[in-house]
């Protein structure tokens, strides 16, 4: 049994693995075939004999009882013996693959598949995750085989508020959402998009233990302007091209009321819309619901750790974060979420405006530098735009290459969707930085998206650079026995501890002052020596650890503003008792963990 020796050397999060303890019962209000039709209940061989008998299972199942350790070591085997027999294939062919292993599972026995990707989460997220998450959504029409969440498309008007009532469960606590105008830098993937918060809400349980039957993925399928997908016969979306204005904000409207209506204290996600909806929706409902953009918020939160990570790892204090010269390329709802972070952040360290504070921003997008000069400038975008005055020779649209040159940036950050743009000369360019210790920031997904890989990065821009990238790379071989390392800034360091400290608190808005502390927590997360190695965001491996720290943060935070009123039995005075450590702790123990409960039958 080599999976249990491995076991027995492994962590403390691990030691829970298997354990002996019975795990309280679970009220299931289905009897026979149902139950091993559920994914939520279903146990496949693991039912132990007395629960077949009193769940009418006797006889559905082949009679030798499997333990959990085993199913769990026949899962791997399967799995590793893909990964033996696709050798030589094409990546796209093997992540697929790994992928439908995965999926599968996942719609047969919800509790295996996260106890395999929980213990193996740093194996599983590329594929339940970016990058492959990127490529199952532009093929999930020839993919689709069981529906997951739910749908509520443009033809709902009107049906939206009794529709919410036929999801199973009594109680949902996260919803993601998307319209799926703006998947990964993929573009308008339409209905096929719902990938992206089956994925993100995978994240959810596997980093932060949300459970798993009080999770809600929802695509509103509000058409799609991708003539590819409305002319593909298999296409299982709505064959319109997207509504707009006033009759996409009513569609919206209606799915939030009709959510609410149901679950008051659920909260939502929007992901990936494309930015114009991105930033009107969070300003709309920011203040009336418990919702967060994770694109705008919780990308913003992820970057300005990793910029404060990069003055450390320059051998600077953290205040000279005020005179760091960035470059941002990508003027949209990432690129400008983390411009606002940023601003902020200096403003409070410095002491200065707002305005004083943005000197030291470039923001490039895909007409160049953006200046005041630029006629037809979105709203979003103006606050960052640069003054004549402070062009430094630079003129409005100027290309990335001239701006590199010219400014010699400490940190490049890109959010563009551009596969490539920080091409050979650009990180070229960035040798010449101000900075002892460059940073590039190629955060765009899936892989192919990134602004530039990492191996181009290190090879082209000097070995003593920090780099990071949003989908992962693995580590680059300098040769002599060095490695540059390879961060993954991607916001999955962040919004599963948003969301389960935002629950557990009792919140019913989601503030600016949450999600700073939680971006403030990550950036303080890791110690000198590995901020000295270029090492800015942990390893996914201790994921569950993150989300128990941001978590704490985002829920003391709720206290601090008067916003905590309670979860469960713990109300509102308790948890402004908590010390600091208390509320790591509280949170801690509120991760679901997945392992069989028995199952009681309730009519
Ligand atoms: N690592 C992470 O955690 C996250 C990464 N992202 C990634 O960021 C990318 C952008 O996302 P959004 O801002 O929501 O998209 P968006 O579509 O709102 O914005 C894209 C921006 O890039 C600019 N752009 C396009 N071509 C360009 C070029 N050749 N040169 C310079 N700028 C160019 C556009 O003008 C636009 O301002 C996506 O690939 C997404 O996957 C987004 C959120 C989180
Ligand atoms: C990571 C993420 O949210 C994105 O690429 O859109
Ligand atoms: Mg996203």
Redesign the pocket.
Known sequence: MWKLARFAATSLARSRRFSTAIPGPCMVHKRGADILHDPWFNKDTGFPLTERDRLGLRGLLPPRVISFEHQYERFMNSYRSLEKNTRGQSDKFVSLAKWRILNRLHDRNETLYYRVLIDNIKEFAPIIY?PTVGLVCQNYSGLYRRPRGMYFSAKDKGEMMSMIYNWPANQVDMIVLTDGS?I????DLGVQGIGIPIGKLDMYVAAAGMNPQRILPVMLDVGTNNQKLLEDPLYLGVRQPRLEGEEYLAVVDEFMEAVHARWPKAIVQFE????KW?FETLYRYRRKFCMFN???Q??AG??LAGLLGTVRAQGRPLSDFVNQKIVV?????????VLKMAVQAVSRMSGCSETAAKSQFYL?????LVTTERSNL?PA?VPFAKHQSDLEGLAEGAS?IEVVKKIKPHVLV?????GG?FNEEVLKAMRESVSTKPAIFA????TM?AECTATDAFNHAGENIVFA???PFENVNLGDGKFGHVN?????YLFPGIGLGTLLSGARLITDGMLQEAAECLASYMTEEDIHKGILYPSIDCIRNVTAEVGAAVLRAAVVEGLAEGHGDVGSKELAHMSKEDTVGYVRENMWFPEYSPLVHEK
């Not at 390329?329 to 979420?337: E, H, W």
């Open positions: 970016t703006r990964l830098g993929l573009g990936d819309f494309q930015m991105a994770d694109d705008i919780g990308t992820v970057a390329v990508g003027a949209g709802s990432a690129g400008l979420g490039i997008d895909k007409n160049g979105d975008a990335i890109g959010l563009s969707g551009v743009i955060m765009s997904n899936p998206n990238s949003g989908s993954q800034a991607n916001n999955m």
